[in-house]
């Protein structure tokens, strides 16, 4: 069994400037991601996908063999990011090169989800037996606790029961696809066009702090915050 971590990384985004290369902690944002599939057990190759010339040279100063340039039409804000990954596994077929029985899909917005979170991911993956996983964190914000606007006022994301009137006593847990780890066979990539499908895909629990997605420059505070107090739990060493 083979897996290859796919790292999307183009230049472009809205929430913070040129977020591939943000520094967290003195750190570009990617090279955490990076060193994360780097010291995996489990990873046999590490695909990076960008459009970005000072990216794509970035990646090349860790060590990564950085071959293949996305396409422009695939580095918007609205081209899907399976679109992405089957671009690159075409790219790779046209060059000869053999393709993974399994893809990983690691985001550089991820940077707290490490090494151990991947090999244990990785490890689940092959007991369970699935064709696909995706990492979860349970919910900060509890749906119950939630509302969303309707025509005529507001209603709660999911109706709390009437007796319930504290987080302890709801009974139903929810939880969050937090984008830190997506891991599927090629050939349910191939088949279902996505990484995720009720029913299918296995569910890897992490805790939230380690699920931080960086969206904006408060996240990028706040995982700087985790590192500098938690600094043993997150290292990938």
Known sequence: ????????????????????????????????????????KYIDEIFISSEDDEI?????????DVQYKRPSGLASDEASMIDTVLDAMEWKKKCGLTCTDNIMLLQSTSPLRNSDHIDAAVMQYLETGAESLVSVHEMVEHPYECVRLISDGWSYLASPPSHSHRRQDYGATFYYINGAIYLARTDFLIREKTFVRESKTSLFFMRPQEGVDIDDAFHLKLAESLLASSHSVFSNT
């Open 1 to 40: 069994m083979s897996i290859m971590a796919f790292i999307p990384a183009r230049g472009g985004s809205k929430g913070i400037p040129r977020k591939n290369l943000a520094l967290l902690a003195g750190k570009p944002l990617i090279q955490y991601t990076i060193e994360a599939a780097q010291g995996s």
């Open 56 to 64: 794509i040279s970035f990646c090349k100063s860790l060590g990564v």
